[in-house]
């Protein structure tokens, strides 16, 4: 009796610390799945990679920037930009459903979540641009929190605020561990990245590893944070709609703020220097510019 007595009034017990996958593991994890499906995650890379490519490929053709070149430039860089939500997203379904699809499949089974990871994207900058005119800070800190907001859409259905709310609720009391692992990445990604930028051609090679790489090391690192956390988007729909609605607000109205500030500071500079004077207070005509 006294022994169950002192076991009732004993400190509770508190539940072992979570413990995410080791930065080893994710990266020998990751390298496996990239080196085994090679083959299909380089044909689903492969459309936007060749748009960079055509873009790299029209700056050595034409050196100098004028506004044709210019314009056809920002045409197929934005196609390789959509192109490489595609191919995130087709990368993502491949791991979802165990690289059974094919390159085709993968870009087809990733058209119902395009927008979906549009809006939801937009929502985390406009929170995060809303968190960073706060001192910088809150911003990282809400780049980290959110940082999985994009694959609950596609790997588990998630929309809208509702993503936002899983992904915090992920990295909630594991903020430091996630930020580790991802500044890993991006690390090893940087370092890649400028390395291939200083040899003639390679570059253009980037996205065949760097889309691929991080896809798949985020969706490990995700997969890892929810049978750890072991919670459902049902169970966090709906939580902090008004926090994020705030920051949302704040951020909506900072970026057209900023960019108003960056384009009259651009433009007053090109204004001082667009019509330099000839002999005699004659405007000379310029050149295109050089790109470099």
Known sequence: MEQSNQTAGAAPIPPPALTLRSVGDLLTSTFDQLSTHLSTASFIVLPPAACFAMVA???????????????????????????????????????????????PAAYQAARPYFWSIIWVSLLTMFIVVGGAVLLIIPGIIFGILLAFSRFAVVMDDARGLNALSFSQALVRDLWFAVFFRMLVMGIIIGVVSFIASKIPYVDILLPFFSIPFSIIYMVLLYNDLKAKKGITVSATAGKNRSFYITFIVIGAIAIPVILALIGYVLLSFAMMNAVPMGIGGVAMDLPPMPRY
């Open 57 to 103: 490929a029209f700056a050595f053709v034409y050196p100098r920037i004028d506004v044709t070149s210019a314009l056809i430039e920002a045409i197929i860089t934005l196609a390789g930009a959509v192109l490489s939500v595609f191919a995130a997203i087709g990368i993502m379904q491949e791991m979802k459903f165990g690289w059974t699809l094919s390159a």
